[in-house]
């Protein structure tokens, strides 16, 4: 469409710019057909307007200006608006957000002219205001010209696609937080190379507002059974996952050589989730060097594991709604 599709067009008078476009998609909530158009334009009839059709809990209309709305900037021009049904239009004090696109279809292309506001406007409605739209969807010179397309055998098609922005007042907040109190924890297992288990967890410790233990597998875990040690930083507190979040934690694990105040660790980093609960080493160190009395992991039957949480996050829930991310050092 000549000099009409992809530029913005100036406001006029309660308009803000709008952009046009061509999309093959249809409307995807409302399509407004209307046949004999040259009758309806050449009678006196200012506006016609469609049958009420609901989206978004509310019911609306298309108001329809043939010869434009002369009354606001529209003459020369088709003169399309989107409307609330009289059948429920806002008392004074309420208001309905919506975004909101009006179409016209191009006969000869099969696909649809798509009007909009431009940089992302949200229209306000409110019970001073129950209509809105376009005044210069189109001029007439282009709409009555048959070889453009739109107005085909007398017949034209518009339609209406909406999306209603709802506040529900809900929302997160993120906090990152770095080296949490009580965020290093140490685990004195006695009695170890007695251990029958398959694996053994420690008791509860709380870092960062959430509880968290440490689990051993003191022969080995699946494939490394009676090779080496395995250890996970096991995440207690299920709360966490109830909305389908994740949390992440980077964070250290270390077994302390008692003798020379040495450790063996390795780090480790896990989005935490419903379906990832631990996360660790599966090969943490041979069986051989901690079992060997003489390397000083294994004192008087007793081995030190330790697990230290250096940056985690933090959700929490804001009763207002809204993304807020902070950082916590």
Not at 188 to 213: D, V
Not at 301 to 311: D, K, L, P, Y
């Amino acid at each position: 469409m000549e000099g009409m599709v992809g530029v913005k067009i100036p406001p006029g008078e309660d308009q803000a710019e709008i952009t046009r476009s061509m999309r093959d998609l249809p409307p995807a909530h409302y399509t407004f057909k209307i046949e004999n158009f040259s009758l309806l334009s050449n009678s006196k009839v200012d506006n016609i307007e469609s049958g009420d059709f609901e989206v978004g809990s509310y019911k609306w209309r298309l108001c329809l200006h043939p010869n434009g709305n002369k009354k606001s900037n529209g003459d020369g021009h088709i003169s399309l608006y989107l409307a609330f049904s009289k059948a429920n239009a806002p008392p004074i004090g309420w208001e309905v957000n919506v975004d909101f696109k009006l179409f016209v279809y191009n006969q000869t292309q099969d696909k649809y002219l798509t009007i909009q506001d431009a940089n992302g406007r949200v229209r306000r409605f409110h019970g001073m205001k129950t209509k809105l739209g376009f005044d210069q969807l189109l001029p007439l010179t282009l709409f009555n010209d048959e070889s453009k397309g739109y107005l085909i055998d007398d017949c034209c098609i518009f339609g209406a696609e909406i999306f209603v922005i709802k506040h529900t007042s809900k929302g997160e907040c993120l906090s990152l937080m770095k080296q949490p109190v009580n965020g290093r924890f140490t685990w004195r297992i006695p009695n170890f190379s007695a251990l029958q288990q398959i694996f053994c967890k420690s008791e509860e410790f709380s870092a960062g507002g959430h509880k968290w233990a440490l689990v051993v597998y003191p022969k080995g875990n699946s494939t490394v059974k009676g090779k080496s040690l395995s250890i996970y930083l096991f995440l207690e507190d299920r709360e966490v996952f109830s909305s389908g979040r994740t949390m992440y934690a980077e964070f250290t694990l270390r077994v302390r050589n008692q003798l020379f105040g040495q450790y063996v660790e390795k780090k480790a980093n896990c989005h935490f989730s419903n379906s990832i609960k631990n996360w660790g080493h599966l090969e943490f160190m041979s069986l051989d060097e901690l079992n060997t009395p003489a390397k000083g992991f294994l004192v008087n039957n007793t081995v030190e594991v330790e697990a230290e949480i250096h940056f985690m996050t933090v959700v929490k829930e804001l009763s207002g709604g809204g993304p807020i991310i902070g950082v916590k050092t």
